[in-house]
């Protein structure tokens, strides 16, 4: 199944009670945007994606990769829902064809990388994510993503 997929812009980790756990943006900072004007962007942009996930899982038949969830100005919005749920919401921009299992095996390994996170037994549940290496391990799986449209 082909559909418009794009370089992501932006992965974020969301709570039960929808607090944002982790939210990294990966803009060009050579296209004159600052990382902070960004990241306020990004943050609107994921909280108002938030509202579809209810409706975007009973569509899912339980199957935990939600697929696209919407258009927000120039970004694609795709959703992940945790059977805990946590909440992983993708934004990508300049549509390119792609196929949908890329984006939905990305989430997966970051579901993976989550879980594997919290089995550290310093990792606080329910804070946001501090942990260096899985920061490190997230850009890894972004960055390989994204090299295929770079």
Known sequence: EFHLLAMITCLAIISKGNSPLFLRTYVDSTQG?????ASLRFHHLIHTSLDLIPEAKLNSKGNLF???????DEYEVYGYSTSTHIKIILALEVPLTGKISNIENLLREV???????LMNNFTPLNKPITSRNFMLRIDRLVNSYNADFG
């Open 66 to 72: 939600l697929g696209f969830l919407c258009p927000i």
């Open 111 to 117: 579901h993976r990388e989550y879980v594997e996170n």
């Open 33 to 37: 945007e600052d990382t902070d004007d």
